[in-house]
Protein backbone atom coordinates (compact mmCIF):
# COMPACT_ATOMS: atom_id res chain seq x y z
CA UNK A 1 0.00 0.00 0.00
CA UNK A 2 1.63 3.31 -0.98
CA UNK A 3 2.65 5.62 1.23
CA UNK A 4 2.44 8.95 1.90
CA UNK A 5 0.31 11.88 0.45
CA UNK A 6 -2.01 11.42 -2.29
CA UNK A 7 -1.26 12.80 -5.29
CA UNK A 8 -2.56 16.02 -6.33
CA UNK A 9 -3.84 16.51 -10.09
CA UNK A 10 -2.20 18.85 -12.49
CA UNK A 11 -4.20 21.90 -11.87
CA UNK A 12 -3.68 21.72 -7.89
CA UNK A 13 0.29 21.91 -8.95
CA UNK A 14 0.56 24.28 -10.99
CA UNK A 15 -2.04 26.23 -8.52
CA UNK A 16 -0.03 26.06 -5.94
CA UNK A 17 3.46 26.57 -7.52
CA UNK A 18 6.78 25.28 -7.51
CA UNK A 19 7.24 24.43 -4.24
CA UNK A 20 9.49 21.33 -4.90
CA UNK A 21 11.42 23.23 -7.26
CA UNK A 22 10.01 20.43 -10.54
CA UNK A 23 9.92 21.90 -13.75
CA UNK A 24 6.11 22.49 -14.99
CA UNK A 25 7.39 20.40 -18.13
CA UNK A 26 7.66 17.33 -15.65
CA UNK A 27 3.85 17.72 -14.50
CA UNK A 28 2.41 15.19 -16.57
CA UNK A 29 -1.26 15.51 -18.21
CA UNK A 30 -3.80 13.22 -16.53
CA UNK A 31 -6.21 10.33 -18.43
CA UNK A 32 -9.78 11.92 -18.62
CA UNK A 33 -12.38 9.23 -18.30
CA UNK A 34 -14.80 8.74 -21.07
CA UNK A 35 -18.59 8.91 -21.20
CA UNK A 36 -21.13 9.48 -18.09
CA UNK A 37 -21.36 7.06 -15.79
CA UNK A 38 -24.71 4.17 -16.04
CA UNK A 39 -26.99 3.62 -13.30
CA UNK A 40 -25.66 -0.46 -12.68
CA UNK A 41 -28.98 -2.76 -12.51
CA UNK A 42 -30.22 -4.47 -9.20
CA UNK A 43 -29.50 -1.34 -6.94
CA UNK A 44 -32.54 -1.27 -4.12
CA UNK A 45 -34.63 1.87 -4.49
CA UNK A 46 -32.92 3.86 -1.74
CA UNK A 47 -29.36 3.42 -3.52
CA UNK A 48 -30.58 4.06 -6.82
CA UNK A 49 -31.79 7.36 -5.24
CA UNK A 50 -29.01 8.08 -3.28
CA UNK A 51 -27.21 7.13 -7.02
CA UNK A 52 -29.14 9.80 -8.75
CA UNK A 53 -28.33 12.50 -5.80
CA UNK A 54 -24.83 12.25 -6.21
CA UNK A 55 -24.65 12.37 -10.24
CA UNK A 56 -26.77 15.34 -10.13
CA UNK A 57 -24.71 17.19 -7.45
CA UNK A 58 -21.12 17.24 -8.98
CA UNK A 59 -20.05 19.73 -11.77
CA UNK A 60 -20.43 18.42 -15.69
CA UNK A 61 -17.24 16.36 -16.67
CA UNK A 62 -16.10 14.96 -12.41
CA UNK A 63 -17.52 11.73 -13.38
CA UNK A 64 -17.05 9.19 -15.82
CA UNK A 65 -18.09 5.65 -17.28
CA UNK A 66 -14.85 4.81 -15.54
CA UNK A 67 -16.39 5.92 -12.12
CA UNK A 68 -19.43 3.73 -11.91
CA UNK A 69 -18.40 0.96 -9.70
CA UNK A 70 -16.78 3.99 -7.25
CA UNK A 71 -20.20 5.46 -7.76
CA UNK A 72 -21.87 2.05 -6.66
CA UNK A 73 -20.04 1.53 -3.94
CA UNK A 74 -20.73 4.88 -2.50
CA UNK A 75 -24.59 4.28 -3.22
CA UNK A 76 -25.18 1.03 -1.74
CA UNK A 77 -23.39 1.17 1.27
CA UNK A 78 -24.78 4.78 2.12
CA UNK A 79 -27.83 3.32 1.75
CA UNK A 80 -26.94 0.10 3.64
CA UNK A 81 -25.54 2.91 6.64
CA UNK A 82 -29.14 4.18 6.68
CA UNK A 83 -31.39 1.71 6.86
CA UNK A 84 -29.00 0.26 9.51
CA UNK A 85 -29.44 3.25 11.23
CA UNK A 86 -33.21 2.95 11.05
CA UNK A 87 -32.90 -0.21 12.34
CA UNK A 88 -31.12 0.60 14.95
CA UNK A 89 -33.38 3.62 16.42
CA UNK A 90 -36.07 1.32 16.51
CA UNK A 91 -34.07 -1.62 18.44
CA UNK A 92 -31.78 0.41 20.75
CA UNK A 93 -27.69 -0.01 21.03
CA UNK A 94 -28.26 -2.93 23.37
CA UNK A 95 -30.21 -6.10 22.53
CA UNK A 96 -31.12 -9.28 24.23
CA UNK A 97 -29.03 -11.93 23.53
CA UNK A 98 -29.24 -15.98 25.54
CA UNK A 99 -26.02 -14.64 27.69
CA UNK A 100 -27.81 -11.50 28.32
CA UNK A 101 -27.81 -7.67 26.67
CA UNK A 102 -25.18 -7.27 24.32
CA UNK A 103 -24.26 -4.53 21.52
CA UNK A 104 -26.33 -4.38 18.48
CA UNK A 105 -24.92 -6.63 15.81
CA UNK A 106 -26.21 -3.11 13.38
CA UNK A 107 -23.30 -0.90 14.67
CA UNK A 108 -20.93 -3.00 12.95
CA UNK A 109 -22.78 -3.10 9.67
CA UNK A 110 -23.10 0.67 10.17
CA UNK A 111 -19.63 1.08 10.77
CA UNK A 112 -18.36 -1.21 8.10
CA UNK A 113 -20.77 0.59 5.62
CA UNK A 114 -19.45 4.05 7.07
CA UNK A 115 -16.07 3.57 6.33
CA UNK A 116 -16.71 1.99 2.76
CA UNK A 117 -19.08 5.37 1.29
CA UNK A 118 -16.24 7.50 3.04
CA UNK A 119 -13.52 5.73 1.23
CA UNK A 120 -15.38 5.83 -2.03
CA UNK A 121 -16.91 9.41 -1.90
CA UNK A 122 -13.28 10.35 -0.90
CA UNK A 123 -11.96 9.13 -4.02
CA UNK A 124 -15.34 10.65 -6.32
CA UNK A 125 -15.31 14.25 -4.87
CA UNK A 126 -17.65 14.29 -1.93
CA UNK A 127 -15.34 15.29 0.73
CA UNK A 128 -13.78 18.49 0.76
CA UNK A 129 -10.16 17.23 0.70
CA UNK A 130 -11.02 14.89 -2.13
CA UNK A 131 -12.87 17.76 -4.23
CA UNK A 132 -9.04 19.22 -3.79
CA UNK A 133 -7.30 16.28 -5.10
CA UNK A 134 -9.97 16.10 -8.17
CA UNK A 135 -10.39 19.75 -9.75
CA UNK A 136 -9.25 23.31 -8.98
CA UNK A 137 -11.64 24.55 -6.06
CA UNK A 138 -12.33 27.88 -8.50
CA UNK A 139 -14.04 25.66 -10.25
CA UNK A 140 -16.82 24.42 -8.14
CA UNK A 141 -19.93 26.66 -8.04
CA UNK A 142 -21.64 24.91 -5.19
CA UNK A 143 -20.42 22.48 -2.83
CA UNK A 144 -21.70 19.38 -3.86
CA UNK A 145 -22.09 17.97 -0.40
CA UNK A 146 -24.76 20.64 0.05
CA UNK A 147 -26.68 19.61 -2.65
CA UNK A 148 -27.02 16.15 -1.33
CA UNK A 149 -27.98 16.90 1.88
CA UNK A 150 -30.38 19.82 0.29
CA UNK A 151 -29.38 22.53 2.02
Known amino acids: ?19 SKVGVHR ?9 HPRMPPGMNELAEELWLDTVSSLPEGVLT ?7 E ?18 TGLLVQSPHGPIRNPLLVVMNNAAKLMMQSGAELGLTPAGRARLAHPERWDTDPITLLLGE
Open 65 to 71: RADEAAL
Open 1 to 19: MPRGPKPKSKIIKIAEGNR
Open 73 to 90: TFAVNWATFRQAREKLDM
Open 27 to 35: IHDEPQGLG
